[in-house]
């Protein structure tokens, strides 16, 4: 009987592993200890890059899934998108209510901010961070590193108005957080929108400050014309850059890396054309930015939600994959996850992902509250072998 310790090297490492799932390597690499040891100092599998499939993560039910497609075959035989989507067993019995990815690893943030835990699949390796004390559920976080590849954790700490009160650093290297020394500034971070990690740094959403209550925010940022901008957070000085301007005077919807080198952002207008933009930049560094328009789509008839929605470009086939929960048919009580692609031609294609179940809290009169757990998607998933 032919064995894996049978079969020519090459083939089992540019035509077998790269069809193992980045999640199962590790159980691979344990029948072999030559494999294991040169795992350390390689990516096995790394010619995954030439199948067309794509590769990311991304959070559902409150559960951190894999997610694989192939969209190139999909666009060419004009066939159904199919998505295979695999739950990971990261930490029993526990939800995930964030994910945030930098250099092939995962920041799990859990629900209600109780915890962080920080995963590489490719290794395995699950690190759980502690707090100086406590967490609290107005934090927000973000994943990166400095000049010398140190990675680190941003904790910004918010009041219960979503104002910025400060912010401490967890430093990989040392084990422990640190705070740093904040200035007050006139803006406000996004809390509900996750910023994105490109080049080791972090870029956020931010708006001029000007309401206490996000419930509030569309109709202030109308009636007092309230600016937002993009900022970025350097992992080496460990400060927020200048503000940088946003490619259009628009609703900006989600962030989102478009491979390690570009940003992009998905931008609607309010009302009833739902015009859908997507820029990316030419240029992108902690002080400076420039952009250019990647797509648009008028009277799409999409809105994407603009507490929820994320998305990612697939280079290749110019196109856009948007993720997001619609609202209900006529006639209807449940909404359903989607998933619409949409090439720089126009809409391509659109589809369900599954219903969406409603998280919220019954009241004694019967009525639930509206809470969804939105898909929420890191794309473009490379291995690391940073080890944890």
Not at 62 to 68: D, F, G, I
Not at 169 to 197: E, L, M, N, R
Not at 213 to 225: G, S
Not at 350 to 364: I, K, R, V, Y
């Amino acid at each position: 009987m032919t064995t894996e310790f049978d079969l020519p090297r090459d083939l089992m490492e540019k035509e077998i592993l790269p069809r193992v799932p980045i999640t199962s390597l590790r159980a691979v690499r344990s029948t072999c200890k030559d494999r294991e040891a040169s795992s350390k100092n390689q990516i096995l599998g790394k010619a995954a890059g030439a199948t067309k499939q794509l590769l990311g993560f991304m959070m559902i039910d409150y559960k951190v899934c894999s997610l694989k497609f192939d969209l190139h075959d999909a666009m060419r035989d004009n066939e159904e998108l199919v998505i295979i989507i695999n739950q990971e067993n990261l930490v029993d019995h526990v939800e995930i209510s964030q994910i945030i990815h930098c250099d092939g690893l995962l920041l799990c943030v859990i629900k209600d901010n109780k915890g962080l835990v920080v995963w590489n699949p490719y290794l395995g390796q699950i690190k759980c961070i502690q707090p100086r004390e406590k967490f609290d559920s107005f934090d927000v976080y973000a994943l990166g590193y400095d000049n010398n590849r140190n990675h680190k954790i941003l904790r910004i700490i918010f009041d219960h108005y979503y104002r910025v009160l400060g912010y401490e650093i967890y430093d990989f290297s040392f084990g422990s957080w640190k705070d740093v020394v904040y200035v007050t500034h006139d803006w406000d971070i996004w809390f509900h929108q996750p910023g994105a990690s490109l080049k080791g740094n972090t870029y956020f959403f931010v708006q001029e400050r000007g309401t206490k209550d996000l419930n509030t925010y569309a109709q202030d940022k109308r009636k007092k014309n309230l600016e937002e901008y993009l900022l970025c957070f350097d992992f080496t000085t460990e400060k927020f850059g200048p503000r940088l301007p946003l490619p259009h005077d628009k609703d900006n919807v989600s962030l989102s890396c478009v491979g390690d080198e570009e940003l992009a952002v998905l931008c609607q207008t309010w009302g009833t054309s739902h015009v859908i933009e997507i820029w990316v930049t030419d240029k992108i560094d902690p002080n400076a930015v420039s952009w250019r328009n990647y797509l648009e789509l008028l009277d799409s008839g999409i809105q994407v939600d603009i507490y929820g929605g994320s998305f990612f470009i697939d280079e290749e086939n110019k196109a856009a994959v948007i993720f997001d929960i619609g609202e209900p048919e006529p006639n209807q009580t449940c909404r359903y996850r989607t998933v619409r692609i949409i090439t720089q031609d126009g809409l391509f294609a659109s589809g369900n992902m599954g219903e969406a179940p409603n998280f919220g809290t019954p009241h004694e009169s019967g009525y639930v509250d509206e809470k969804y757990c939105f898909p929420l998607v890191c794309s473009s998933y490379v291995p690391s072998l940073v080890q944890l």
